[in-house]
């Protein structure tokens, strides 16, 4: 058995041309453009790299971008004034605030300040909150695991009763791509660095969500033949032979996993071009939630 390639840059290029094509209507017709102001606090190299391809990503479609930095010894209530700025600011629909934030600040008070409306990161609390609760609904899905859930339905994933593996209990993957499961009637399992016997729990897999953060740590034999595995992971090793002396891999051993799984999604190329993908529609989502609103 040799998988399907689940191609998340093929899958990302067609939602953001369809964002694209409901931006052009709304020029078209006179309607106010959807704006994403993103919150870069310090110099993380990583973060600053990430915002300028969101911002890209903005212009491709035509959605405004508004970039903020502020100095990473930026206080608590600085960080605060500037997400309640943006949030009384009716050309501004989606606030974006850069995580990891650095160590001083308290991130859930950060997020909390953002206006519900406008939260397209679908980080606030009561976003979260909703999502774990059956009979509720979040304003916005949180951009990575909303692009997982997208290509399993594209890979042709059968969720209803299957046995879900989730490796990783981040609050920005792990934990809510477990309550997209369940919502999706999946039987989901949690692992985490306690859990025993971690090969043989994956080895029930159906589906395997690895996002764990560890290079190749799921080998081709603790995969169940047949399993839907998609790799959240994106890891840098050492490589002489590559150009830059170093390739990016994911948190599954690829070439192990592609003769047993059925379908899985490369590294690069899989799940990451869904995030940016996810946020813009998203930012969509918000401007036509602004219009209801003001209608």
């Known amino acids: 058995m040799t998988a399907h390639l689940i191609d998340g840059k093929q899958i990302a290029a067609e939602i953001r041309w369809e964002v694209k094509q409901k931006v052009d209507e709304r020029l078209s017709r006179g309607l106010p453009i959807p704006g994403l102001a993103t919150v870069l606090v310090g110099d993380n190299p990583a973060s600053q790299v990430y915002v300028r391809n969101k911002q890209k990503a903005c212009a491709e479609v035509g959605i405004r971008s508004f970039g903020h930095a502020l100095p990473a010894d930026a206080s608590q209530e600085e960080v605060e004034a500037l997400v309640r700025q943006l949030n009384a600011d009716s050309e501004v629909n989606g606030i974006l605030v850069q995580l990891p934030l650095p160590a001083h600040l308290n991130e859930e008070r950060v997020l909390s300040a953002i206006d519900l409306a ?18 509720r609904e979040p304003l916005f899905i949180p ?7 997208v290509l399993l339905e ?12 989730v490796l990783g209990r981040s609050n920005i993957v792990g934990m809510p791509v477990a309550l997209l499961l369940l919502r999706a009637d999946a039987t989901v399992t949690i692992c985490h660095s306690k859990t025993r016997d971690l090969p043989a729990v994956v080895r029930q897999a159906d589906v395997l969500i690895a996002a764990i953060g560890k290079p190749e740590m799921v080998r081709g034999d603790w ?8 790799d959240v992971g994106i890891n840098r090793v050492g490589d002489a032979s590559a150009p830059k002396g170093s390739r990016l891999v994911g948190d599954v051993a690829f070439e192990e996993a592609l003769e047993v799984a059925s379908a899985i999604t490369p590294v690069p190329g899989g799940v990451g071009p869904m995030t940016i993908a996810m946020l813009l529609q998203n930012t969509l989502r918000a401007r036509e939630l602004a219009d209801v609103a003001s209608a």
């Open 118 to 135: 406008k939260d397209v990161d679908g980080f606030h609390p009561l976003n979260i909150g909703r999502l774990a609760q059956k009979g």
């Open 143 to 149: 951009c990575t695991p909303a692009g997982v859930m």
């Open 154 to 165: 594209k890979a042709g994933a059968q969720l209803a009763g299957a046995n879900a593996v």
């Open 223 to 230: 995969l169940k033949p047949g399993a839907v595995v998609i």
